[in-house]
């Protein structure tokens, strides 16, 4: 069964600064992988999905992300974050039954943005 | 257009009552989904209907657990016998059934079970 780890539970960054939050999956073919955020209170956002092709895929807000095979990785970036980024980031994997097995999530990271 | 819409949005219930949740699909989307949200568990999947299939219910949580979706648009998922463990953030999505991973969520019911 495929499964993703967001090894960071919190990331504090400073308004402007990079970002990067870091995901792992398993999975035994190609993956589609995702990215979400929650706003508190609110439901979940798609920022950027990969499905193939170019292993840079980006998304809205400024996010970014990078597929490595290699490392079994799909890291989220933004060169500059602004307050209004500080959210819950899930990283998601659909499963090999496509939509049958819906996403599996990571447990989430928390970013906290500092003035 | 119109996102994923979800009633109620909050729901307190005692324990033992059975309890009703809505989703609205956004127009157009034949997949519909049913996921959890609590902090013991994060997000798990619980049910995943396309068009007017049969679903597979093999990820509810427990007998208690029912969905069904009429129409191939509005969905309920029902809870019998609420318990205390129940007490999570239900959330549904949609998606447009070509695309399957991308999929619009709605804000969630959150249920309480006192």
């Known amino acids: 069964a495929q499964s993703v780890t967001q090894p960071d539970i919190h990331i504090t960054v400073s308004e402007g600064a990079s970002l990067e939050l870091r995901c792992n999956y398993s999975?035994?073919?190609?993956?589609?992988l995702f990215w979400y955020v929650q706003s508190p209170g609110q439901g979940l956002q798609l920022l950027l999905k990969?499905?193939?092709?170019?292993?840079l895929v980006q998304g809205i807000k400024g996010f970014e992300a990078e597929f490595k095979r290699s490392q079994s990785s799909f890291n989220l970036r933004k060169p500059s974050v602004h307050w209004s980024d500080a959210a819950e980031y899930f990283c998601?994997?659909?499963?090999?039954?496509?939509?049958?097995?819906?996403?599996?999530f990571g447990k989430g990271t928390h970013l906290i943005i500092q003035p | 257009g119109a996102g994923v819409s979800q009633s109620p949005s909050n729901k307190v219930t005692e324990k033992g009552k059975d309890v009703e949740l809505r989703c609205d699909p956004i127009?157009?989307?034949?997949?519909l989904y049913w996921y959890r949200q609590s902090l013991g568990q994060g997000l798990e999947f619980l049910i995943y209907f396309q068009g007017n299939s049969a679903p597979d219910k093999s990820g509810l949580p427990s007998d208690r657990f029912s969905a069904e979706r009429t129409g191939g648009s509005v969905s309920t998922l029902t809870i019998q016998r609420t318990q205390q463990e129940d007490s999570a953030v239900y959330l549904c999505a949609s998606s447009s059934g070509q695309d399957s991973g991308e999929q619009y969520f709605g804000p969630g019911t959150r249920l309480t079970v006192t």
């Open positions: 127009s157009g989307h034949t997949a």
């Open positions: 999975y035994g073919a190609t993956p589609y």
């Open positions: 998601a994997v659909l499963g090999s039954g496509g939509g049958a097995d819906g996403l599996t």
């Open positions: 990969y499905f193939s092709g170019d292993t």
